[in-house]
């Protein structure tokens, strides 16, 4: 009859060295997802920025659409052309 709970050295140094392993997983995948927060962040920050640059783009050319067709509205009937005669 074989003894199955009986752990040899070699089993030990199999567990351990699996252990280790798992470990040293665990250590990557926290540090991959510190670069990918890290990363994440920066991008955020870029899409804000740009963002908050085409608002400001729309709203100055907002403000121009609004001021030049103003002063065209205002200009009609104001002036006359002229008749060719000849």
Same mark, same amino acid.
């Given at each position: 009859?074989?003894?199955?709970? =009986?752990?040899? =050295?070699? @089993? +030990?140094? @199999?567990?351990?060295? +699996?252990?280790?392993?798992? *470990? /040293? #997983?665990?250590? %990557?995948?926290?540090?991959? &997802?510190? &670069? +990918?927060?890290?990363?994440?962040?920066?991008?955020?920050? @870029?899409? *804000? &920025?740009?963002?908050?640059?085409?608002?400001?783009? *729309? #709203?100055? +050319?907002?403000?121009? *659409?609004?001021?030049?067709? /103003?002063? =065209?509205? %205002? $200009?009609?009937g104001s002036r006359q052309v002229p008749e060719l005669? $000849?």
């Open positions: 009859m074989t003894n199955h709970s =009986a752990m040899t =050295a070699r @089993d +030990l140094g @199999d567990i351990a060295g +699996l252990q280790r392993m798992a *470990d /040293g #997983y665990a250590i %990557e995948v926290a540090r991959q &997802r510190g &670069r +990918l927060r890290t990363a994440w962040r920066t991008a955020t920050q @870029d899409v *804000d &920025r740009l963002a908050a640059r085409i608002r400001a783009a *729309d #709203y100055t +050319l907002g403000r121009r *659409d609004q001021t030049f067709n /103003g002063a =065209a509205q %205002e $200009g009609r005669t $000849g």
